[in-house]
T-cell receptor, first 117, second 112 residues
Framework: GAVVSQHPSRVICKSGTSVKIECRSL??????MFWYRQFPKQSLMLMAT?????????EQGVEKDKFLINHASLTLSTLTVTSAHPEDSSFYIC?????????????FGNGTRLTVT | SQQGEEDPQALSIQEGENATMNCSYK?????LQWYRQNSGRGLVHLIL?????REKHSGRLRVTLDTSKKSSSLLITASRAADTASYFC????????????FGKGTTLSVSS
C-alpha cells in the first residue's frame, strides 16, 4: 500500500484562487518532505524542501510567497498554490524518506494534477 | 536543479528489441535510482544501484553505474508494448534534508 498519501489527485481551480495540496507520510515520521513540479513532457524539478517545525527551503527561481509550504507535524506537509494562474498548471509530487526502515527508502506520493482555468 | 542529460531523449523500438537509456550526473552520490512514469501518472521505482556497485539486474532490467564517468545506463531487454513510458534516473546523496535529483528523462515507445 501507499506509504506517502497525496491529496487531491486532481484539482481544477479558477485563476486567482488558492489550492492546497496535502502530503502525508503513513506509518512513519518525516521531518523532511520534498515537493516537485513536473510540466508536461518534462522531468521532475525540485521546488522546495519542507522542514517540520521550521521554514521551508526553496530552490532558486521558486517564489516562496506563491508556493506556501507548511510542515506542522511529522506526518503532514501542505503546499498551497496562492493566487493560481494558468501557468501554474502542472503535476505536483511530494516525497519523504523513511529513515526508520532499512535502506531508508524515499517514497513518492501519486501526484496532484493542477489545472488552472 | 537537475543532474544532467539523459540520452536519448526519445527512443522508438519494436517489441522484442532491447532498449538502452543513459544518464549522466554531476555530483557525488550514494546511490542512483531509475523510475518509470506512464503518461499522466505517478512514479514507479524500478531499481536502485549503490555507488559501490557496478551492475545490477532485476528481471528484464539491467543497470550499470560508472562513478568515474558519473554515468549510468538502463537496459530493458525483450521490450514489450507495456514498457512504453518515460524513464528517469535520479541521484541520491543519502543525506538528511537532501532530495532525489532527477535527470531529464527518456521517452520510450515500444510498438507491437
Amino acid at each position: 500500500g501507499a506509504v506517502v498519501s497525496q491529496h487531491p489527485s486532481r484539482v481544477i481551480c479558477k485563476s486567482g484562487t488558492s489550492v492546497k495540496i496535502e502530503c502525508r507520510s503513513l506509518d512513519f515520521q518525516a521531518t523532511t518532505m520534498f515537493w516537485y513540479r513536473q510540466f508536461p513532457k518534462q522531468s521532475l524539478m525540485l521546488m522546495a524542501t519542507s522542514n517540520e517545525g521550521s521554514k521551508a527551503t526553496y530552490e532558486q527561481g521558486v517564489e516562496k510567497d506563491k508556493f506556501l509550504i507548511n510542515h506542522a507535524s511529522l506526518t503532514l506537509s501542505t503546499l498551497t498554490v496562492t493566487s493560481a494562474h494558468p501557468e501554474d498548471s502542472s503535476f505536483y509530487i511530494c516525497s519523504a524518506r523513511d529513515w526508520g526502515t532499512s535502506n531508508s527508502p524515499l517514497h513518492f506520493g501519486n501526484g496532484t494534477r493542477l489545472t488552472v482555468t | 536543479s537537475q543532474q544532467g542529460e539523459e540520452d536519448p531523449q526519445a527512443l522508438s523500438i519494436q517489441e522484442g528489441e532491447n532498449a538502452t537509456m543513459n544518464c549522466s550526473y554531476k555530483t557525488s552520490i550514494n546511490n542512483l535510482q531509475w523510475y518509470r512514469q506512464n503518461s499522466g501518472r505517478g512514479l514507479v521505482h524500478l531499481i536502485l544501484i549503490r555507488s559501490n556497485e557496478r551492475e545490477k539486474h532485476s528481471g528484464r532490467l539491467r543497470v550499470t553505474l560508472d562513478t568515474s564517468k558519473k554515468s549510468s545506463s538502463l537496459l530493458i531487454t525483450a521490450s514489450r508494448a507495456a514498457d512504453t513510458a518515460s524513464y528517469f534516473c535520479a541521484t541520491d546523496a543519502y543525506q538528511a534534508g537532501t532530495a532525489l535529483i532527477f535527470g531529464k528523462g527518456t521517452t520510450l515507445s515500444v510498438s507491437s
